[in-house]
């Protein structure tokens, strides 16, 4: 019996989709399967893997002060970054959906710094909040005003990471206004002809209409704001007195300065888990105030 024959087109797709399954085993999967492994080991880089079993769990939770630290910071930034970030990336999409002169333009220059460099940016905005030359404290000395100062104290150093962090809120507006461009513009028309204000049309088309936009960016917000890194270790470096500790500078501190690579993957799992499990609450919890165009309920 004559064995099947080959045809290019069933083996087509698989060429064409190869480049990329090579690059997600060979990048994503095996690294993510590795660093589980490596997490149950002391791996000091200079020797050999060694299997401890379960001492680098039990070393971050209740060995280790920095790691409740640095996720306490990580939710206090959250807590200040992603409402304040996405109400006004919402309002600058607002105004930017407004048919104007410029509108083009305006994009343009809200858009244009979450792409400038991360590091650059860090740079500039670590100047406008030096205490002695810095612009901020400048400005608030023409009215008399003493400023902070800033990066120096513990209690005005996360305040100050949280505002540098809406500078780059360029991609959140984006998405804001596509949103909003979706939006049938026969909703507005017929809510106008029953009376409704500007007020009661955004209250009731404009935001339920961009629920799915809005839960979208907030799980990005979320993953992102556990990430948080370049600022911090720009410029704070974590200080003052941990003050700006986030859990992936600490991650980061273990992995390359300590070079404690066992323990480090260790730190990352324990962020994988508990980004699933915020997730998880957050698509649950979409089911109540989430609405769909065209969903049944």
């Known amino acids: 019996?004559?064995?099947?024959?080959v045809r290019w087109r069933d083996v087509e797709?698989?060429?064409?989709?190869?480049?990329?399954?090579?690059?997600?085993?060979?990048?994503?999967?095996?690294?993510?399967?590795?660093?589980?492994?490596?997490?149950?080991?002391?791996?000091?880089?200079?020797?050999?893997?060694?299997?401890?079993?379960?001492?680098?769990y039990d070393e971050m939770f209740a060995g280790d002060p920095k790691v409740w630290r640095s996720l306490w910071n990580t939710v206090y930034y959250m807590a200040g970054h992603i409402p304040l970030g996405m109400a006004m990336a919402f309002g600058v999409a607002l105004m930017l959906n407004q048919k104007v002169w410029g509108q083009a333009l305006f994009r343009t220059m809200y858009y244009l710094p979450s792409v400038t460099a991360s590091v650059a940016t860090a740079i500039v905005?670590?100047?406008?909040?030096?205490?002695?030359?810095?612009?901020?404290?400048?400005?608030?000395?023409?009215?008399g005003l003493e400023g902070p100062q800033w990066l120096a104290d513990t209690r005005f150093a996360m305040p100050a990471l949280i505002i540098i962090s809406l500078w780059g809120m360029g991609s959140t507006i984006v998405i804001f206004l596509a949103a909003l461009q979706g939006i049938p513009e026969s909703l507005y028309e017929s809510a106008s002809i029953d009376g409704a204000g500007r007020a009661r049309?955004?209250?009731?088309?404009?935001?339920?209409?961009?629920?799915?936009?809005?839960?979208?960016?907030?799980?990005?917000?979320?993953?992102?704001?556990?990430?948080?890194?370049?600022?911090?270790?720009?410029?704070?470096?974590?200080?003052?007195?941990?003050?700006?500790?986030?859990?992936?500078?600490h991650l980061y501190n273990k992995a390359f300065v300590a070079l404690r690579l066992g323990y480090a993957s260790a730190l990352a799992?324990?962020?994988?888990?508990?980004?699933?499990?915020?997730?998880?609450?957050?698509?649950?919890?979409?089911?109540?105030?989430?609405?769909?165009?065209?969903?049944?309920?």
Do not use: K
């Open 1 to 5: 019996m004559r064995p099947p024959r």
């Open 13 to 56: 797709p698989y060429i064409f989709i190869s480049p990329f399954m090579i690059g997600l085993v060979l990048f994503i999967v095996g690294p993510t399967f590795a660093s589980l492994a490596l997490s149950f080991t002391r791996f000091e880089f200079v020797a050999p893997p060694e299997f401890i079993g379960f001492e680098n």
């Open 125 to 143: 905005w670590s100047w406008v909040f030096n205490s002695r030359f810095g612009l901020l404290n400048n400005f608030l000395g023409l009215f």
């Open 201 to 249: 049309r955004l209250w009731h088309i404009t935001i339920p209409m961009m629920t799915p936009a809005i839960f979208f960016v907030l799980i990005i917000q979320i993953v992102g704001s556990f990430q948080v890194f370049t600022n911090a270790f720009i410029i704070t470096a974590g200080g003052p007195g941990d003050a700006t500790l986030f859990f992936v500078l």
């Open 269 to 297: 799992w324990l962020l994988f888990v508990i980004v699933l499990v915020f997730t998880i609450a957050q698509v649950l919890m979409a089911r109540r105030w989430v609405y769909y165009e065209g969903e049944i309920r």
